[in-house]
């Protein structure tokens, strides 16, 4: 799930480190631009611990592989065999019977079973809640529905119901859209199952989510052509937080189009366009190709660029612990935003695009991962014992997650028997060296140390975590 308002403590264990107030030493200084007069809230942290390398250098083997590119297509497929919500588009059906298609649209946009808040704090009414749920145009299914195929043309969201109407809980707490589910990013293969009443939103499969999204950002195509997309190579691999294609006066489509971390894109060469690609010579760029929706919404293809200055990998970044931490890092700061909300991404969203940047792919909700079968996974009870996942956090690789409700958190190193990770993060709660309770707000990628944290002032994340989970 995505993230509920998670808090930082400070922990009363017994045989637990506190954070430190000095790094230790290390053989290797790090360089960091250390800021004038900052000052921070957040307890157990330096300066320092926000620089990816100060991780990086206390690696013994930062850049040895954790596993193999054929290691990877393996674990994939135990992936996809394992988890029920993880779809291969491949193997999808291409036409659902009327029961089947009701089942989908209900598993995503049955009325809400709590009550829901517009922005004003006005309750929405059964009958707003009806006319949404009407929306889904359960009416027009019919005996036999075909599947049809798109490709996605710009980061889009995926909704509950087929509206950009924001509703929320009864805490008002306006960051988390309770009808926001996930984002998806161009060059998305979706299975596209209904049209709602307007006829401006799909429901669509992706390779891990159903979900509404405005037909307006998908190109529907054959569905071999679609499929066919995805596996092109040679590719390129957006490894930054977020690029953009070149701006292109002559050509709107692929102007400036956002491309967030994990983005595969095909690769093309001077033999397929010519030395002038939409007014400029792509000779100091990467030339991709981008699905592009006609007037009538049918997909087709332009060559973009990418200039050479972002961060782009031909082919998929090799899975070193280094590279985790360096993608991770690449978000610090950024704003959580619930379900990719606020042009951004979750806890779950962060994990996902990190790994997803190394050719891994993941569920996308937090229970779905933390309990999902793949990978190396120890599971905890109500009868587990702190000590037992103290044991386990100890021998904690660079990059292990750690789950706890409706949360997740990636391990980056320790530092004097305190393990630090760094997460998408929403609230912030400690005790401090005095015993008195703080609250704050950390609302965005942030580094922090673990033992500490908790859910409020006396409920610990060690006591509620319940997987950790290696992706190896």
Known sequence: MKYIALAISLATLAGCQPAPTEAPETTTAVAYQSLPGYQH?????????????????????????????????????????????????????????????????????????????????????????????????????????????????????????????????????????RFQETGVFPGTPLAILHTSTDGKWYLAQSYHYLAWIQASDVAIGPRDEVLAFADKKPFAVVTEAKVETNYTPSFAPVSAVQLDMSTRLPLLSAADTGHDVHGQNPFASYTVQLPIRDAE?????????????????????????????????????????????????????????????????????????????YGDTVVYDENSSNAEKLARLANAKVGDLIYLPGHVVMYIGDIEGQPYVIHDVHGLNYRDAEDQHYQGTLNGVSVTPLIDLGFNANDTYLDRIYAIKSVR
Request: overall charge negative; proline content about 5%; glycine content about 6%.
């Open 297 to 373: 919404g049918a997909l087709a293809f332009s060559p973009a660029l990418i200039a050479r200055h972002h961060d782009v990998h031909v082919g998929y970044l090799p899975y070193t612990e280094a590279n985790v931490i360096r993608q991770a890092f690449k978000f610090l700061g950024e704003r959580y935003g619930w379900g990719h909300d606020y042009n951004a991404r979750d806890c779950t969203g962060f994990v996902l695009e990190v790994y997803r940047s190394m050719g891994i792919d993941m569920p996308r909700n937090s229970s779905q991962q933390g309990y999902g079968e």
């Open 41 to 177: 809230d957040v307890i157990g942290m330096q300066e320092q611990y926000l620089e990816p390398e100060f991780w990086v250098q206390r690696l013994q083997q930062p850049h040895a592989a954790v596993l193999t590119p054929a290691q990877i297509t393996a674990f994939n497929q135990r992936s996809y065999a394992v988890q029920d919500e993880m779809v291969l588009l491949d193997e999808y059906p291409t036409e659902f019977r009327a029961a089947e298609l009701i089942d989908k649209i209900n598993s995503i946009s049955s009325l809400p079973g709590y009550p829901r808040f517009y922005a004003t704090g006005e309750q929405a009414t059964t009958a707003q809640l009806e006319g949404y749920r009407s929306a889904a145009n359960l009416a027009a299914v019919e005996a036999v529905n075909a599947v049809r195929f798109g490709l996605v043309v710009k980061r889009s969201s995926m909704r509950t119901f087929p509206t950009l109407d924001k509703l929320y809980s009864d805490d008002l707490d306006l960051d988390i859209d």
